[in-house]
């Protein structure tokens, strides 16, 4: 599971950077092709994030908000 939130987090970085306020605040030129590449980081991002966490057991004895 740490594989997978280093592996997460470094996928998330380009992300921020290209489709948040923060491309325009650090003045990055703009990329062509980049809402595809943030579409394609993000879906790999959030499948990576389910898939671990619907393969870990749950070890909390706290009540599962969403089930």
Known sequence: MR???WI???ATIP???VQS???DLLGLPTVPGA???ALA???FVYAAGASSSSKEP???SAP???G
Do not use: G, M, W
């Open 3 to 5: 594989r997978r939130f």
């Open 8 to 10: 997460s987090l470094v």
């Open 15 to 17: 992300v921020v950077l």
């Open 21 to 23: 306020p923060l491309h």
């Open 35 to 37: 809402a595809i590449v």
């Open 41 to 43: 980081l993000s879906l």
């Open 58 to 60: 749950a070890t909390s």
């Open 64 to 66: 599962a908000i969403l």
